[in-house]
């Protein structure tokens, strides 16, 4: 854990224009931006498209290097690579998800999957890549196993949740499936030994601290031992779960609420991310991003946090999505309302 004495501040590096309507949600390449290997990062968007985008790693600069079109016939909502970075899956609002491959440079959509009612919000990959997650205003959550030859076979169809589920979100290291939602909740989604049969295993809802409005994102830091959650209700929570037992295979170890953030934000926090070195980033209807890290000293009432950096009017209209790059570079990615991209660099003050 780094010590974040002394002051740092979010710099602009660059704006990324080309959408024609509001960016819902960035992704960066996993596989991208070590070993030489050139930051790569998708955004999806209200104009039914999906771009990629590249840096020039001499110059620093940022490319569109593909649009991916006429696929999808509405809005872009979500979009999630693969672990190793081969795949692309994009959820749209037309019902459908697609899966991309880049083959020689271009992006081919190699697979359709259908099965959801209606607008599908988020998707996402398991550690392994060996199953996707979907979710849906339908109330429902799917997972789809993996095959090879780009075969996709919805195993299990998710129902518990009572409104729009907003997110899904495999945990860092286990099958487990967290989805947030419309109702107020989070649920979390285990499986049984062959991935089969899956149940809800815990809800986080306002009996056990949890929001009294829509639950909008989550996200874990990079052991999976502790969550935050961000909602409708303009609070950030943070969860832990006990981290010997999750990987000791003693059973399924209940999440717990330490601690809110609140004040931070006036307006619906859209959109969270916890960054590998520590710092919780924040979106929300307010315009602005807001940064977060662990207070270092020992409290005895559980763990607390501290606004390391707020950044104002980050974008014209609200951040809907925020993102932290892989690789050394402390680079965090914005998308909004606005219809641009942004691209901050986290730099001490001196």
């Known amino acids: 854990m780094e010590l974040w004495d002394g002051g740092f501040e979010l710099k602009e590096t660059a704006k990324l224009e080309g959408h024609t309507d509001r960016v819902w ?5 996993p596989a991208a931006g070590v070993g030489g290997i050139p930051l790569v990062f998708a955004s999806c968007s209200g104009d039914k498209t999906v771009r ?4 020039n790693p001499s110059s620093g600069s940022w490319n569109c290097k593909a649009v991916l079109e006429e696929t999808h016939t509405r809005t872009v909502r979500s979009c999630a690579w693969s672990p190793n970075g081969k795949l692309l899956a994009t959820a749209s609002f037309d019902a459908t998800t697609a899966i991309w491959e880049n083959i020689g440079g271009d992006y081919e959509c190699v697979s359709t999957l259908e099965g959801h009612e209606n607008e599908i919000k988020s998707v996402s990959w ?6 996707l997650a979907t979710c849906s205003r339908d109330r429902t959550v799917w997972i789809w196993e993996v095959f090879p030859g780009n075969e996709y076979e919805c195993v299990s169809v998710l129902q518990g949740h009572t409104q729009d589920v907003k997110m899904v979100q495999w945990h860092p290291t286990m099958d487990l499936l967290f989805s947030c939602s419309y109702d107020n909740t989070v649920k ?9 049969d899956w149940h809800c295993v815990q809800t986080l809802d306002e009996s056990n601290n949890g929001h009294s409005s829509t639950v909008w994102a989550l996200s874990f830091n990079p052991s999976g031992n502790k969550m935050v959650t961000c909602s409708d209700d303009l609070t950030l929570k943070i969860w832990e779960s ?15 609420h330490t601690c809110t953030l609140s004040g931070y934000h006036d307006r619906t926090i859209f959109s969270i991310h916890w960054s590998r070195n520590g710092i919780i980033s924040s979106g929300a209807a307010d315009d602005s991003i807001r940064l977060f890290v662990e207070n270092q000293e020992k409290v005895i009432d559980g763990p607390s946090f501290q606004l390391l950096f707020k950044k104002e009017k980050a974008h014209n209209m609200d951040v809907n999505s925020v993102q932290w790059s892989p690789g050394e570079e402390r680079l965090l990615g914005s998308a909004s309302d606005d219809g641009t991209i942004r691209i901050w660099e986290l730099i001490p003050i001196s």
């Open 126 to 131: 398991n550690a392994s890549g060996s199953l």
């Open 242 to 256: 006990d981290e010997t037992r999750l990987h000791s295979g003693g059973g399924y170890s209940p999440w717990r």
């Open 25 to 29: 949600s960035l992704a960066w390449n």
């Open 188 to 196: 979390v989604w285990a499986g049984d030994d062959d991935n089969d």
């Open 52 to 55: 990629i985008w590249e840096q």
